[in-house]
């Protein structure tokens, strides 16, 4: 693949990777803030693990694509 064209990969990856820390961030305040409210946290804990799952994936792909580059 073109150097250029996997640079352009590698700074959408590590957008990814920036946006999907703030949303586990927000969505692990927002769990936090229902427990000591004593209410229901079981959707908003689903969430979060997806979240966490997503932004694994996206560390991932960032990674892969930053040993490419290297390359």
């Known amino acids: ?3 250029q064209i996997l640079l352009d ?3 959408l990856a590590e957008r990814h990777v920036s ?3 703030i949303h586990v ?3 692990r305040e927002l769990v ?3 427990e000591r409210g004593d209410h229901e ?3 908003a804990r689903a969430l979060l693990q997806k979240f966490e799952e997503l932004l694994a994936i ?3 792909d960032r990674d ?3 040993g490419e580059v290297q390359n």
């Open 1 to 3: 693949m073109n150097k």
């Open 9 to 11: 990969h590698l700074a």
């Open 19 to 21: 946006e999907g820390e």
């Open 25 to 27: 961030a927000r969505q």
């Open 32 to 34: 936090a803030k229902l």
């Open 41 to 43: 946290t079981g959707l």
């Open 58 to 60: 996206h560390k991932a």
């Open 64 to 66: 892969r694509l930053r």
